[in-house]
């Protein structure tokens, strides 16, 4: 075949070599940057003791890092049973439901993040009964709480629209099939509609769980002591900013890539057969 | 060719009328339906066919005449759930559930609607999916098997509900050819088993070997209604000879 092919294997090793090539230039050339500049990089600060928790800088790392990851889990949750509520509310044939649904899908997208967070913060925590305060604060720290809150919230009104487009392209006939066989509405939705709806929204709900998960950094601004806050501390107090960034980078983009892997095995459990 | 008790409707519609907007789909059908009878429904295209056998387990809401089935009227507030558990629906897109087994489209309905055991629903589900020569396939998904496989499960879900009353509606016109004669010969042994039996088809043979009755709609009402034989052989009007020669020249 002389057509061009992208999987033929010289195609696909030169362009292989052409990666290695360019990584290999810019690693020199950063190199080269920090020279320039005196700047040495010390990565044994990472084994260093840490000022700022117990044990060393590392473990520092790994305790933000283990916060973040409680975030973006719980959050992920929530935000996916929200999301399935709200999404499943904008296609109710009750006007109000629908309307209720729309005004949280509209007011919660379009508004930033962060002002979400210092929302959930400063006001509604604020409003919550003094012992329900406490007991939150003392229990998972009051910034965790409303970052949760408002992580979940935000992201599950993408959802909520990633959920209703999965429902709407099933056919028309699955409803009818379970129509005609005696299930109520919800039984129908439950074990006919959603299980096939999810099945075809994976790929653009990972995308949502990823951008929680990045988004989980903003936390920092409230002192929620995850991955992100813990790196930039480290870095004032050692001093040693390109070592602390790229450690910072390094555990999210861990749990960015963990997300996609587990998102791939589930897609391939749960595909749809096919004819062989 | 079966009985049908002529004192025992199980089917009652009275002046039927359904609007889809402004479009006027049924005007004002009338039809009884005896338990155990046969009846195949013919007509052009458009002509509210599907509009009409949809509004028997109401899938389709009628906005003007009574439609009475086994004794309950369907009607806004009325138990929908409850109709529906007595009338079993086979589409001509089989609409099996994609993401079941086969044998879990069959045992859907009884354990959840009905409350069966599971082990219960499995034994009554094999022994349907026998009835219909599938059961080799039970544990295959609906896109692994042939349309007329597909449309044999379909009609084994729908018999899981123990229905008293089965609607069909072009069951075999999404099918090749060669597997007509399979979903057919499952359709003629339900008729023999005394089922009532409402099918919307143009196969005329199925019609002559088992329907008590032929119904023919036009323009959202029924022309004529006449036994297989007459309606085939004899038939009164002429819209009814004009539609035969259509089919027999198609
Ligand atoms: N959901 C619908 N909305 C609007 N018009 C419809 C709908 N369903 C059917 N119709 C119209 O009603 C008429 C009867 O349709 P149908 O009962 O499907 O005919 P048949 O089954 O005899 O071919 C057709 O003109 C069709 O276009
Ligand atoms: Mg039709």
Known sequence: MNSFNPKNPVIQSLFGAFLIALVGVLVWQISQGLKANNIVLDWGVLGQPS??????????ILLGMWLTIRIALVSIILALL???????????????VRLVATAYVEFFRNTPLLVQIFFWYFGVFNLLP??????????????TVAVVAALSIYTSSYIAETIRAGIQS???GQFEAGDSLGLSGFQTLGLIILPQALRVVIPPLGNQFLNLTKNSSLASQLGAQELFYYGIQMQSYSGQGFVSISAITLGYLVMSLSI??????????FALAVRK | MTQANSTDPI??????????GQFHALRGVNMTVQKGEVLVIVGPSGSGKSTFIRTINRLEAHQKGTIIVDGIELKEGSNL???RREVGMVFQSFNLFPHLTVLQNVTLAPMQVR?????KANALGMELLERVGISEQAQKFPAQLSGGQQQRVAIARALAMQPKVMLFDEPTSALDPEMVGEVLDVMKTLAKSGMTMLCVTHEMGFAKAVANRVVFFDQGNIVEENTPEGFFNNPQHERTKMFLNQIRHA
């Open chain 1, 51 to 60: 000022q700022i928790t117990s044990g060393s800088n590392l473990t520092t």
């Open chain 1, 82 to 96: 929200l999301g399935i509520v709200v999404g499943v509310s904008r296609l109710s044939s009750n006007t109000v």
């Open chain 1, 130 to 143: 003094k012992v329900v305060q406490d007991s939150l604060d003392t229990q998972f720290g009051a910034p």
């Open chain 1, 170 to 172: 099933i056919p028309k």
């Open chain 1, 260 to 269: 996609t892997a587990i998102l791939t095995l589930i897609n391939n459990r």
């Open chain 2, 11 to 20: 089917i009652i519609a009275q002046d039927v009328h359904k609007y889809f």
């Open chain 2, 81 to 83: 759930d409850a109709i």
């Open chain 2, 115 to 119: 409350k069966m055991p599971k082990d």
